[in-house]
């Protein structure tokens, strides 16, 4: 039985109605073989009009009648049932184009919405993989626009604010104070992100679903990784459908979200035999034959988009599912979906093929753009959107879509090369002529031909700029390249070469060497060629490249003018570093630097690059500490009038004088100097979302803390500055920060979490070059806790034939004389530890500083024994204690205790360690503790137990939890500033109640005040 189109129970819907209109313009009356009879599984057998099934199907799908696939929906329910009880799931649906991801993601954001949970969506494009952080920003757009200012200011607390403002995203933090250009501001931006995640969470259960992530640009991939791993402590689910990954943008970082350990992964099976005659039959009606079934799945190796396209086709050839008709299904299978979609549109008139190959280029657009693109006017433009409607290729409404992806494909793929690049070419014309048009305008300019339009190449660079701002290096660099072949006038050839190598080696992409290299070689002149010898030369330094760093310095240098002298001393400072930093310096490095450091010393007004070289050289060539204190000092005043440097690149010319300058104050005790400086770098780098300064001023800050014995400080730190470097950030900060955590560790007692640390450093440590030395130091910590201290023994003198290669002698950096004494003195072996720990003391009074004399006095002290040890042991506890080196003088007091214990001066000793234990115990040092207890009960004395309540009984990082909340922080708030998760500090807190027995936050400053001693 035949019916009106408008007379089904679609009545009124306008796909219905644009359906009766595309019959009415093309003329004809309705042809019976496009109406079908439809199985119970599309919602009864009706008569419907083709494309009015092709719907039905649409919906149904969405509705989730989906054809085997149960136990994967129920994978996802369980997935989401799980977020709902407070655990944060990720599921990843993978398979091949066609195969269904799409619809059981529809399925998936029903139930999602059915369990009470807030949906936010997004989706990859094609054309869109270089646009910095898009998928991302259609997740977190919505709930931002549609948020109340007072909800939105709820979302948008500290670093979530200033990840908004950074993307531009409603009610996001103006970011005050950031340099002009090229802020790594990747950090910021996840962590940002996260917060706005875990915020939206914190309101009720979340589901992030992302499409085609395979098409998701690398900036939103990254953010995918990065929550992912924290997910677990969120109200939240993430259900990502891709692609293969080696069909992805970026590959690699498409599997490190695809493979992540804790995702489920669902590969779609193709659909079987059975449903595969249930689709045919649904299309081309009753009992399809068997053999034409086989031949459908053959054809389409039950793919559900190919079927669909398939029994289209059929349908519309008028093929009825006959065994004799299977021969038919091979021809018309054979087709490509873009060959069946340009038959269809074919037959449609003209306009309509001319829209859609314009939205095929657009990929998305409004009707306006679409219609210009087209050359069509508004009428014939809305007109040729209906047709494409009804004939199941556009999706109805508001931006024009292509119902599938593979659609656009379809169109897209059969554009001949030329017209694909001039479409283009027009479509970024039109867009520039709207504002805020940029990244849309290059994206479209990356498709086109080169032309040497210099129009081209500023929109290029423009926007190059403008996302690598946004922590998005990866498509800055693809911008840059493209501006490169467009190609540029040759005089901005040199600073486009200049950036596209800085991007690429930050990201480490493996052209940045010959990139940077050939913007030293086309700089217009000496001094810029100079200026790209310093980043060329940083980021071989940062590769550990430093023979080649010094030699691109060199020749920089040679080509200089006479006149150029302050950059000569950049060039030459840069190269003396470089130098001591090498492996395997050559002999004249130690006179290299000699005269470098003298240089600085008399000449006024010498340039901070200069003089923060000179304060490196001269601490680590033991020259007495005010020495390169006072040179570091005019370093720091000289920067602070010096311009930012030679891009205006945050990571170049921050880490290299500023940070030399910090670390020779630290090693030279400048403590109150210091601590000041790095609060206000790190201020600075979490409100300009610098990764880099921020990882550089942690190391320090953290070191500091672990110095002062602050462990729970220095824990922090080193925590928040791994969190950041996992980023792409050049490996020194990773392998400083994760020897800092190390040691902390150690101290803690934490062994095994050490170990965890030091996995993935193990090679690093074995390198050889001064930073290497830093975790090669810590491991040897670790063994000796582990008691493996023959292997102890070996890291430290390892780190000793490291450094006197370097020509560093300072006991202060890396003290592994005294380390490797007692390390000897364990094993038996006397003369060697009296020979080492008498060698590190005459350093350190060369030195003199009070923490580096106190270390290597305490250690020959306890090698001498004896009276020679016991006052060697005496003026350790008061240099340490000037030192400010809290847990260095507990150890040193447990030692000067335990002597006098076998001297059997039991009560002097019981005192020394009692304060000892006191100590250890306040900073959480485990270890030292249970040492200090055991000689104390050696003494005959019975030391108390470890108190399980009060102030004294709370760990390192529950009373830093504690104080924090005392000064009336949120625990949201405590979180970010820690980067723990807001569940770690619920749990701190928790303990500190019962600990202190009470029940409010409002007590705690009260009972922190109360200045508790403890009886011991
Ligand atoms: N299990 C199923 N049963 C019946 N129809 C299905 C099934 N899965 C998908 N379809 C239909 O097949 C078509 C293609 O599916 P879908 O768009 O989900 O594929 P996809 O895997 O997302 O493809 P792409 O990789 O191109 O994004 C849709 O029209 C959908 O409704
Ligand atoms: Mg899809």
Redesign the pocket.
Known sequence: MLRPADAVSHRGDPRVFAHSRLQRLAGGVTDPRTRVTLSPLWGGSRALPGSAV?LH??E???AG?????SEELARIESALAEVRSGRGTVVV?E????????????AARTAAVNGGMRVLRSRGADLERDFAFGVVRQLFEPPLAEASELERADLLQASAGVAAGLLGLPGGTRVEGAPSSGVDSSFAILHGLYWLCANLAADGPLCLVV??A?WADPASLRYLAFLLTRLEELDAALIV???PPDAGTDAELLATVTTDASADVIR?RP?TRA?VAQ?VESRLGGGPDAVFVDACLRATRG???L??MLVEALSEGGITPTAEAARHVERFGARSVGRSVNLRLRRLPEHAGRLARALAVLEQGDLVQTARLAGLDAAEAAEAAELLVAAGILEAGRPMTF????VR?GIYSELTAAERAQGHSHAARLLAEQPAMGERVAKHLLATEPAGDSWVVERLAETACAVGKRGAPEAEAVFLRRALAEPPLPAERAALLLDLGMAEASVGHADWPEHLQSAVDTAPNAAAAAEAALVLAHALSSAHRFGKAVEVLDRAAGALDAGDSELALALEAAAVVAEMSDPFPPPSAALRGATLRNRAANQPGAPPELLAAAAFVSVLTNEPAEVGAELASRALAAGDNAPAGSAGRPWFPFSAWFSQSMFALLWAERYAQVRPLLDGSIALARATGDSIRLAGGLAGRGWLALRSGDLGAAEADARTALAATELPAPAMYRVMNAGLLIKTQVLQGELDAAERTLAPLECEAEGGSLIAAIPRFARGRLRIAQRRVAEGLEDFLAVGVVLTRAFVTCPGALPWRSEAALADLALGDREAAGRLADEELALARAFGAPRALGVAKRAAGVVAGGDRGESLLREAVDDLERGGARLERARALADLGALLRRLNRRTEARALLREALDTAHRSGAGPLAEYARTELRATGARPRRVLLTGLESLTASERRVAEFASEGLTNREIAQTLFITARTVEGHLTSVFRKLRLDSRDQLAAQLAANVTVPV
Do not use: C, N, S
């Open positions: 092709k199907m649409k149904a799908a969405a009648q989906l054809l085997e696939r649906i398979g091949p184009a066609g195969i269904g991801k799409t619809a059981l993601l529809t499409d085609d395979h459908a891709t692609r779609l659909l449903a689709l793919a559900p988009f079927i669909r119902i599938h992806p593979m494909g």
